[in-house]
């Protein structure tokens, strides 16, 4: 078919169509001419910053933390230029250098929340408390675990080091980042995994964890105020505490035992550190890692451990799963040590006749056993660094008795003139001294009770 074939309706059509594929060209083209000259007009690029792999080299830091207008908002890279800062700082304080980089990690508010929220899950804390729980010093109930917020975290679980962007970088801030660097530092050169794994006991792990604190707390003071002498301890402590653990609320919310046991690192912690620092410089606390603390003992009086930092004597309680018949059941096997002894008198005594009566500790096994009808069987035996010290110790447990237990009646001790019993509501309870040990059995019964004391040494 040819142009002379179409109809009139269908040659205005194609000529619409030529028209139009005109325009398309004719604007393509000027689009392609206005283009090469914003091109050959425009400015030298500027290349864009790349990712920091590592922080920023500066100048030497001045001696006091880096300043940072209340206003600031941390960027990524603000971030790392403040925490290289901080970590030079800390470094040249400790007289430390890392042994290898140090992984850094940035996170937003919420990102740093929710990690906190998943490491303080992980480790369990319900198993921690058990001995507090059986001892009768905490409630028994679930443990949920709410991070608050923190500028920064150190989890040693990962050899990870998280920096919070979007917070203000003031001083409090920038001395939180300072202790989570001590503690990188601490875990590159004393590897603080394999010290928790040494400390077997509830009393061990307590005296590790007051070395390792205090010893970063001490460094913070360092980074923070210059000199220790010129620290605001209970800010500072407040401070790093609240970054470190986080709020269980709960029936543990208030409890002073509870306060008392999470504070025990960083307070008593910072007065062994001090100590060590006083008797041989940062080369004291270097030592302390190949030999740290063995005891809560030892942390609460420093002296003894600078004298001689032997192990507690190991206290013997036998089997008594043949003195309380079937369905019993191994459920702790613990020493609790002294600081833990004190805050046991001290729920129902004076703090100043609590702290006396644990003073002179020298050892102590804690064990229970439980049967899915009948409750709990405990036996906690001690043992003291003199008969006097022994004495003390039982004359402070009894009066305890008759406040702890509802209802508490004495008993006539069977064929056991040297020991008190007692009948409760629920159970039976007994104190017991022979020389320098001091025994105490808590049972469901007066009979079953008879029964465990036979067996004891």
């Excluded at 309706?9 to 604007?27: E, P, W």
């Excluded at 990870?160 to 590159?188: E, K, M």
């Excluded at 604190?213 to 010129?230: Q, V």
């Excluded at 809560?296 to 043949?322: I, M, N």
Aim: negative net charge; aromatic residues 8%.
């Amino acid at each position: 078919m040819n142009a002379a074939g179409l109809t009139p309706k269908q040659r205005l059509t194609v000529l619409l169509m030529i028209v139009a594929v005109i325009i398309v060209f004719a604007m393509l083209a000027g689009f392609v001419a206005t283009s090469l000259q914003g091109i050959e007009n425009a400015p030298p690029a500027t290349p864009l910053p790349l990712a920091l792999s590592s922080p920023v080299p500066l100048p030497p830091p001045p001696p006091t933390p880096y300043p940072i207008s209340e206003e600031g908002i941390w960027s990524q890279v603000q971030a790392a230029r403040i925490f290289d800062q901080i970590a030079h700082q800390v470094e040249t304080a400790r007289g430390l250098s890392p042994r290898a980089e140090i992984p850094l990690s940035f996170l937003d508010e919420r990102e740093m929340t929710t990690l906190l929220r998943l490491v303080y899950t992980e480790r369990a804390l319900e198993a921690q408390l058990l001995p507090y729980v059986a001892l009768g010093l905490l409630p028994d109930g679930r443990i949920l675990a709410r991070a608050h917020q923190a500028a920064g975290a150190y989890v040693p679980e990962q050899e990870q080091l998280y920096v919070a962007t979007g917070q203000s970088a003031d001083s409090d801030d920038q001395a939180v980042l300072a202790h989570a660097h001590a503690h990188a530092l601490q875990d590159q050169h004393f590897d603080l995994g394999a010290m928790d794994a040494r400390a077997t006991t509830t009393d061990s792990a307590l005296a590790v964890e007051a070395l390792i604190e205090g010893d970063a707390l001490l460094l913070t003071a360092f980074y923070r105020y210059g000199d220790p002498a010129a620290a605001d301890w209970d800010h500072l402590t407040e401070l790093i505490l609240q970054a470190e653990q986080p709020d269980y609320g709960g029936e543990l919310d208030g409890n002073v035992a509870w306060e008392q046991l999470e504070q025990f690192p960083y307070r008593e912690g910072r007065w062994f550190a001090a100590a060590l620092f006083q008797a041989g410089g940062w080369q004291a606390l270097n030592r302390a890692y190949t030999a740290p603390p063995r005891s809560t003992e030892q942390v609460l009086h420093p002296e003894r451990y600078l004298e001689k930092p032997d192990s507690p004597p190991r206290v013997t309680v036998p089997d008594l799963g043949g003195a309380l018949g079937a369905g019993w059941e191994l459920r702790l096997r613990d020493t609790l040590g002294e600081f833990v002894i004190g805050l046991y008198l001290n729920t129902l005594l004076s703090e100043e006749s609590a702290r006396q009566a644990a003073d002179g500790w020298s050892g102590d096994t804690f064990v229970t056993w439980e049967h899915e009808q009948d409750g709990q069987a405990c036996v906690w035996r001690t043992i003291w660094d003199s008969t006097a010290e022994a004495e003390e110790f039982e004359r402070a447990l009894v009066a305890t008795i008759p406040h702890r237990y509802a209802l508490a009646r004495p008993l006539e001790p069977p064929d056991d003139p040297q020991a008190q019993w007692w009948e409760t509501e629920s159970n039976a309870v007994y104190v017991s001294r022979v020389a320098r040990y001091v025994t105490f059995v808590e049972l469901p019964n007066a009979d079953l009770l008879a029964d465990v004391v036979e067996i004891l040494p």
